[in-house]
């Protein structure tokens, strides 16, 4: 029989490796699942739209391709969400030490997270917020980034962001929103629905309160002088 001392440490080492494996598969199903969800023709789902199946609420996501979704309405979520998009590598490294300095003086931080970073958080990692996440989110954006060209990025992100309580994707926005097809969107649908994003709970683009107003104004400013900005999504839409 061995001493108890030896006993303890064997122990340890047992659910040391089965922590470590553990580790690996959480760590693999991300990045395996992000080789999956490469070709055009596969639609993913998020971690919410799972949620809600699994809470038997059910959603309403109508995946359309990028090319089909008309310009107006990638080109306001870009400048509304992540103008760098096209330049970076899935992370705006700029912004991210803006948000580290703004924690180190004691400042409430402001979100720095880019389309890739809220596509993967989307795709892979649990409901919630916490700056162990967000952690997760940039190695795994940047990964994201280097596997997959810009415009499957943000056809992925517009066909899984939520735009409200069982809401997903642009599409879908459109639709029940303003009842119209993305495609058809007009400058300031496509404004307002893109200043939604942050706070979808809470935010209605079909009855936009003044603030959202505001917003949607520097939106559609920004949509009209984006420019070589949005290169990399617009270069073959129709």
């Not at 693999?28 to 699942?33: N, Q, R, S, T």
């Not at 890739?116 to 700056?131: A, D, E, H």
């Not at 992100?157 to 809401?167: C, K, Q, R």
């Not at 979808?200 to 559609?220: D, F, V």
Request: aromatic fraction near 8%; glycine fraction near 6%; include cysteine.
């Amino acid at each position: 029989m061995p001493p108890p001392r030896t006993g303890i440490r064997a122990s340890a080492r047992i659910w040391l490796r089965r922590f470590w494996k553990l580790l690996l598969i959480i760590v693999a199903i991300p990045l395996v699942l992000s080789i999956l969800y490469r070709p055009g023709f596969i639609h993913p789902v998020s971690t919410l739209m799972l949620a809600d199946l699994v809470a038997l609420k059910g959603y309403d996501r109508r995946w359309v391709p990028l090319e089909e979704m008309g310009q107006i309405g990638p080109i306001s979520v870009m400048m509304s969400e992540d103008a760098k998009f096209c330049a970076h590598n899935g992370v705006d490294w700029g912004e991210m030490r803006a948000v580290l300095n703004e924690f180190l003086n004691g400042e409430s931080p402001r979100g720095a997270s880019t389309i890739t970073m809220q596509t993967v958080k989307n795709l892979f990692l649990p409901i919630g917020r916490s700056y162990v996440r967000k952690l997760v989110e940039v190695p795994l954006a940047m990964y994201f980034d280097l596997i997959y060209p810009k415009r499957r990025i943000m056809e992925i992100y517009l066909n899984v962001a939520e735009w409200g309580p069982g809401i997903y994707g642009l599409e879908a926005a459109s639709q029940h929103y303003f009842g119209r097809p993305a495609r058809d969107l007009t400058a300031r649908q496509a404004a307002l629905l893109a200043v939604t994003l942050p706070n979808p709970s809470a935010r209605n683009p079909a009855k936009p309160s003044n603030q959202l107003n505001r917003l949607a104004n520097r939106i559609e400013r920004r949509a009209r002088a984006s420019g070589a900005y949005i290169g990399c999504i617009v270069q073959e839409s129709r």
